[in-house]
């Protein structure tokens, strides 16, 4: 044995033991990684104590190689052994960490209701939907434009005055009614269309009882070749009917300067006549208005309160009970 293989010999004992005494103490898995990469990486101490063996002798370099494979495979032994300790130690310390005690009383919190505005629209549109009809919403604020103009109020209409409105500094107002989304789904949409239109509204109003200055409306739009108002009083009938079962319902002439003829529709509700929506159809001035042609096509509207049909399906009293958020009033829901 030369002097050269001798020292060899030595170096790769010396690895194998410092090798094995690093991975027993290796406390991470990026620690063992690196100790990997150090060891046995391919310009790692293994390699590099290999690099010696082309001045060997010939019949020393099997035993060399050897012994090599001995201390590659005794360290990466060391290594996965160390590996599968470690991940399973990693484990362990998540399923401690993470570990939920049954037995411990839990937080308690309370359940939610649904609001009845919010269950009254939902309601609604469900029916809606069912017939056929996509839901489509829009701005709050918005130009005099969308909420008058295109909707046939000229700027000395007298209709203006029944809607009492809150501009804003820069021109603009909040609107009055959801049909402003109508004619922004019009100027968007070809013919045929159906769509229902729930949102908040605003309005200047003394609140008491039976009016707030702000509300929500839900308003349904039609148009289509062809469309009368039998179509309307058709749909008007299945709506309420679903709302209210099988109650009276009567029409009586009444206006809108969007449409034309219009009707108020009221429902026999435990002994008394309520009005509960208006309707009518569409004027051909708000046809023209988004591009439509009205020798082609007609269309029909109506809208309502979603706080007058939830005040009379639950038999609330006053109007401000469904803003005040008091929880003794909603548990009731």
Not at 13 to 38: F, H, M, S
Not at 315 to 329: A, E, G, K, M, W
Request: aromatic share 8%; charged share 25%.
């Amino acid at each position: 044995m030369t002097h050269q293989t001798s020292d060899l010999e030595a170096q790769l004992d010396a690895l194998r033991q410092e090798g094995q005494q690093a991975i027993a103490t290796a406390e991470t898995l990026e620690q063992l990684d690196q100790l990997r990469v150090k060891y046995l990486g391919k310009k790692g101490q293994l390699s590099q104590a290999l690099g010696g063996m082309g001045k060997l002798p010939p019949e020393e370099r099997p035993r060399i190689g050897a012994l090599t494979n001995e201390v590659k495979e005794a360290l990466q032994n060391d290594l996965d052994t160390k590996r599968t300790a470690l991940q399973a130690a990693q484990i362990q310390a998540q399923l401690e960490a993470e570990t939920l005690d049954v037995t411990m009383p839990g937080m308690y919190r309370p359940q939610g209701r649904m609001h009845p505005l919010n269950s009254t629209i939902d309601r609604a549109l469900d029916i809606f939907t069912g017939l056929g009809y996509t839901v489509a919403q829009g701005p709050e604020m918005e130009t005099d434009y969308y909420n008058f103009e295109a909707l046939n109020f000229q700027p000395d209409h007298p209709a203006r005055d029944m809607q009492d409105t809150l501009y804003l500094t820069d021109g603009n107002l909040l609107r009055t009614h959801t049909s402003t989304v109508q004619i922004r789904y019009m100027e968007e949409n070809d013919p045929p269309i159906r769509v229902a239109v729930p949102g908040r509204v605003y309005r200047r109003d003394t609140v008491d009882a039976t009016h707030s200055a702000v509300f929500h409306q839900i308003e349904i739009l039609a148009v289509d070749e062809g469309l009368t108002f039998s179509d309307l009083r058709g749909t008007i009938k299945v709506f309420l009917e679903a709302m209210f079962g099988d109650v009276p319902i009567r029409f009586r002439p009444s206006f809108f300067p969007f449409t034309e003829p219009s009707a108020e529709v009221d429902v026999q509700w435990k002994g008394r006549w309520l009005e509960v929506l208006g309707c009518g159809m569409v004027d051909p001035n708000v046809l023209k208005a988004v591009g439509y042609d009205p020798e082609v096509y007609t269309g029909f509207a109506a809208g309502f309160g979603v706080e007058r049909l939830a005040m009379v399906l639950h038999q609330i009293d006053d109007i401000r009970r469904l803003y005040n958020s008091d929880l003794r009033f909603l548990r009731q829901f």
